[in-house]
């Protein structure tokens, strides 16, 4: 089963909601998911760690993780995609894992350019629609006939 890493927002509960219906979606997909939110730490739960360890707790499980997966997964939606995220596609592109985004956000970082270039070459795919059900179904089609 192929592991994947799920890179994205996580700051309020519309971001957390979205990421976890995604990565039930992917679960039910036959891949491994490994959410941050769920499986990983979170600053904001942290309370009884100093702000040195919560930095260190997450950086080591995060790229812990990332080196574990066969797979990333990002979240490209906001104003502009979450830079803890873009770090994790970083890494992982650095490590020849396979890459994939999803954005149905319609605004955009440039001027006649949906995303930054630097973002767009690390991925295989982006899966880009506004229309959250859409990008879903062409997700699923694209898992079904290639697969992760």
Known sequence: MKKIYFAGPLFCQAEKDYNLVLAQFLEKEGYEVFLPQRDGYEAALLSDKTE???????????????????VVFMV???????????????????????????????????????????????????????????????????IHTVGL
Do not use: H, W
């Open 76 to 142: 490209l939606d906001g104003r502009v995609p979450d830079d803890g995220a873009c770090v994790e596609l970083g890494y992982a592109f650095a490590l020849g894992k396979k890459c994939y985004g999803i954005k149905t956000d319609v605004r955009s970082l440039e001027i006649n350019m949906d995303l930054n270039p630097l973002l767009v070459g690390c991925f295989d795919k982006v899966f880009n629609n506004s229309n959250f059900e859409i990008a879903q179904k062409e997700l699923a089609a694209y």
């Open 52 to 70: 040195t360890e919560k930095i260190k707790l997450i950086f080591e499980k995060d790229t812990a993780e990332i080196r574990k997966a066969d």
